[in-house]
């Protein structure tokens, strides 16, 4: 066991509206390349969990076996708790702690993994050791992570382009690595993982629904989050600026034919 801590902070914050984004996630759409690995009796350790949407749809995947969500901020783990205790599911547990420095014994977890977490941290090598680390021998360490440089959206509404740039620049401000989908199979070479296993995959918004929940939550995150306090406080943008981001995302909203591409690429590593 480690007592390392991180170093970054999480560009995005714990703001209502970022949780309402993050709630959409669910295994299904958002860990399909890992599922193929599950079997029914695995130890599951999901680093960074948040709300607890993917965590709890998980754990019906490993009926005799349990899965832990962990997550360094303790306030949103009781979404978790209660989306489980909502469901019926048991076999499940949330608890507060350091995805650099784990509580746990070698050797301890069929599967550790991460959804959107490496992006964030200042020393994602580190983590994916400290993955490695807890993971049992023949065990599996999977990461998905974005890539905001390659997001793709029509159509193409005037200030986007700034709000991609300007999310580059608080991300990196704040210690992270916002095109992360690109190097996170190097990453994990670097931590010691001797076959990586990538792939791609695409969040698609199309549908009218997810387009409007998807503009609403960033018109709000823009002027509220911890995106928005972030960037006005490292002088990287006014009041002003975030406002027209904002704008730019309800504009983007009301247009019928809106869509939005997340590409994210995905790495399965079996440690030996």
Request: glycine residues 10%.
């Amino acid at each position: 066991m480690t007592s390392k801590t991180e170093a970054a902070t999480y560009t995005h914050g714990h703001h209502a509206s970022v949780l309402r984004t993050h709630g959409w996630r669910t295994a299904s759409n958002s860990l399909a390349f890992l599922l193929p690995h599950i079997k029914p009796d695995m130890e599951i350790l999901d680093i960074g969990c948040g709300p607890g949407t993917i965590t709890v749809d998980l754990a019906t995947y490993v009926p005799r076996g349990h899965i832990t969500g962990l997550e360094n901020v303790h306030a949103v783990l009781s979404q978790g708790r209660k989306l489980a205790e909502e469901r019926g599911v048991t076999n499940i547990d949330f608890v507060v702690g350091d995805g650099n420095g784990l509580a746990y014994e070698d050797n301890s977890f069929d599967v550790v993994f991460c959804h959107q977490v490496l992006q964030h941290v200042a020393d994602p090598v580190g983590m994916l050791r400290e993955m490695k680390r807890v993971a049992k021998v023949g065990g599996i360490v999977a990461a998905w992570e974005s890539d905001y440089g390659v997001f793709n959206w029509y159509p193409e509404v005037a200030g986007l382009r700034e709000w991609q740039a300007l999310y580059d620049k608080v991300a990196r401000r704040n210690g992270g690595e916002p095109n992360a989908g690109r190097m996170v199979h190097l990453w994990a070479k670097r931590a010691g993982f001797g076959h990586v296993k990538c792939s791609v995959s695409s969040w698609c918004y199309s549908d009218r629904e997810e387009v409007e929940t998807w503009s609403r939550n960033w018109q709000e995150r823009a002027l509220q989050s911890a995106f928005g306090q972030t960037a006005v406080e490292g002088g990287l943008a006014s009041q002003e600026d975030l406002e027209r981001v904002s704008k730019a995302w309800k504009d983007w909203g009301e247009d019928e034919d809106a869509w939005l591409s997340i590409p994210s690429s995905e790495v399965i590593c079996y440690k030996s």
